[in-house]
C-alpha cells in the first residue's frame, strides 16, 4: 500500500513581516526540492501573500492564509474575503486557529461559515481544534474536540468535508515547548475521525487528513509522523526560520 502523503505546514502567525517572509523565501526556495508524499504548506500573513506568491511562482511550496472572512464580498472593514485569498495565490487557508478563538472570540459556528466560504471559492481549509490545558486536566479533551468537529463541520456534502484537512492542536501545546505525548496525537485524530464518520462516512473520515500541532520541531517531528492516523504537521516556530522548517521537511522524506 502507497505511504499516504505527509502535509508539513508552517504558521508564520504575526511573527513575519514582509521583509523577514521574503530573506525566508530566498534561504529555502534554493534548496527545496520536490518531494514525492510531501505536501509543503507555508501561512505567512495576510500582508505577504502577494509577494510570497511572486517569490514562489512554480516552486513546490502551497501558500495559505491565516484567516478568511466568512462573509463572500461587500462592506466588511478588515475582512479578506477567499476569493480574494484565491487571487493572491493561495491554496489553502487556516480556520478557527487557537489565537483566533482566544484573542477573537471565534466560534465553532463561525468556523462553519469561514469553512463554507474557503470550500465555495475552492480553499482547502485547515480546520483548527484543540482543547485548553483546564478540559485536559478535566479529562474533557475528547468530547471537546468531538464537538468542535460536530458544530463546524456539519452541513456540507461529503465531497466538500473531503476537501477539508483537520489540524489538532491542543491549546496547552501552542507555544509552550511542551508538546503532546505522540500516543496522544494519535489518539486525537481517532476521536476526530470517529466523530467525521458518525457525521459522513467512515471512508471519508479515513481519507481526511489530520495534522498535530503543538511545539512540533525537526527533533519531535518523526514521532507524529511515525503514529498512525497523524498525516502531518502544522508548526508555528519551528517553521519560522528557514533551517528548522527545511528540517521539518526532511524528517517527512
Ligand atoms: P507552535 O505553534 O509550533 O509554535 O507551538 C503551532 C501553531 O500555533 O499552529
Known amino acids: 500500500m502507497a505511504r499516504r502523503r505527509r502535509l508539513i505546514y508552517g504558521n508564520f502567525k504575526m511573527q513575519l513581516g514582509i521583509a523577514a517572509t521574503r530573506a525566508w523565501l530566498a ?111 478535566r479529562g474533557e479533551a475528547a468530547a471537546v474536540v468531538a464537538g468542535q468537529v460536530r458544530t463546524g463541520l456539519e452541513g456540507f456534502t461529503p465531497e466538500e468535508v473531503g476537501r477539508v484537512v483537520v489540524a489538532y492542536e491542543p491549546v496547552w501545546a501552542i507555544g509552550t515547548g511542551r508538546s503532546a505525548r505522540p500516543e496522544h496525537a494519535a489518539q486525537a485524530a481517532q476521536w476526530i475521525r ?27 517531528v518523526g514521532a ?3 503514529q498512525p492516523g497523524v498525516d502531518g504537521v502544522l508548526a508555528g516556530g519551528a517553521s519560522q526560520a528557514p533551517e528548522t522548517y527545511l528540517g521539518l521537511l526532511e524528517a517527512a522524506r
Open 27 to 137: 534561504d529555502v526556495l534554493p534548496v527545496l526540492e520536490p518531494a514525492v508524499g510531501v505536501e509543503a504548506v507555508v501561512f505567512p500573513s495576510f500582508v505577504c501573500l502577494a509577494v510570497a506568491k511572486a517569490a514562489v511562482g512554480g516552486a513546490p511550496l502551497g501558500l495559505g492564509a491565516q484567516d478568511v472572512s466568512p462573509h463572500g464580498e461587500g462592506a466588511y472593514t478588515g475582512d479578506v474575503s477567499a476569493s480574494m485569498l484565491r487571487e493572491a495565490g493561495c491554496s489553502h487557508v487556516l480556520v478557527a486557529h487557537s489565537e483566533r478563538r482566544r484573542y477573537h472570540g471565534e466560534d465553532d459556528e463561525l468556523a462553519r461559515r469561514k469553512l463554507r466560504a474557503a470550500l465555495d471559492s475552492g480553499l482547502r481549509p485547515v480546520y483548527c481544534v484543540g482543547e485548553s490545558l483546564e478540559q485536559y486536566d
Open 194 to 220: 470517529d466523530e467525521v464518520a458518525t457525521m459522513y462516512t467512515r471512508e471519508v473520515a479515513k481519507e481526511m487528513p489530520v495534522l498535530y500541532g503543538g511545539s512540533v520541531s525537526p527533533s519531535n
Open 224 to 226: 507524529y509522523l511515525t
